[in-house]
């Protein structure tokens, strides 16, 4: 998978674990004994060995071996093994965002689609706007930064218009929707505001934190921000 799909997935499954963890340790251990179960149906036939360790077949005459060596029994059968979906992935499927079929339960029944929610990591405008005013920003490129793999194409996203140029170019680059960055600049002034209040600084590795999406790309984010002055206290003097 990519790693805005691993992303997803990761979300997904950690909210399901929080919904109901009691729930989600019960399914694990379901698919523990459906395994075990599992492995213990195949039996392995056994060799008698002598007392001196050798197999007893090499004590017996040559003749008897060879009456032997046509086995008169059949080859037992062995049935198809089935992979059943483990919880974790069946919850990222359950994302109506993520264009994949709908998964079905342990018992065979399908499950119920979800509900459409906004996502907690795009659901930006459920958070308080701490983050300096676009003017602030002086030019289109001023947020630039480097990453690997090509730029996202964003253009068309929902949310898009709300970037400034250079904020759309740091996005992009760094594969993040519209909708997951400003859920990510709103989160990083939060933590921003929070810090400053207990006396603490904002390093890279609360910001990490304070984002909730891949480290690095909260670190690019981070140090875009202090590039152009943004993670000055002066942006955040009137909400202390």
Not at 16 to 27: A, E
Request: proline share 10%; aromatic share 8%.
């Amino acid at each position: 998978p990519s790693p805005e799909e691993y992303q997803i997935f990761v979300s997904c499954a950690w909210r399901l674990v929080k919904t109901n963890p009691i729930g989600f340790l019960q399914k694990e251990r379901q698919l523990l004994k459906f395994y075990k179960a599992k492995a213990n149906r195949i039996s392995k036939p056994s060799t008698t060995t002598t007392s001196t360790g050798s197999p007893l077949k090499r004590s017996l005459p040559a003749s008897h071996r060879r009456e032997k060596a046509q086995p008169t029994s059949r080859p037992i059968a062995r049935t198809a093994r089935t992979h059943k979906p483990t919880p974790k992935a069946a919850s990222a499927r359950q994302d109506v965002d993520n264009g994949l079929p709908s998964p079905t339960s342990f018992s065979g029944s399908p499950v119920p689609p979800a509900s459409r929610q906004p996502r907690e990591d795009r659901d930006f405008d459920s958070l308080p706007d701490y983050s300096p005013p676009l003017s602030t920003l002086p030019n289109p490129k001023c947020l630039a930064t480097e990453w690997r793999g090509a730029s996202l194409e964003i253009r068309n996203l929902p949310a898009y218009d709300k970037l400034h140029a250079a904020e759309a170019k740091l996005a992009s680059a760094l594969r993040l929707t519209p909708e997951i960055y400003l859920t990510s600049k709103r989160r990083m002034f939060i933590g921003k505001i929070k810090r400053t209040q207990l006396g603490k600084e904002f390093r890279k590795t609360d910001a990490q934190k304070a984002c909730k999406i891949d480290v690095n790309k909260a670190s690019k984010l981070w140090t875009a921000f202090e590039k152009v002055g943004w993670l000055e206290l002066k942006h955040i003097q009137r909400y202390l």
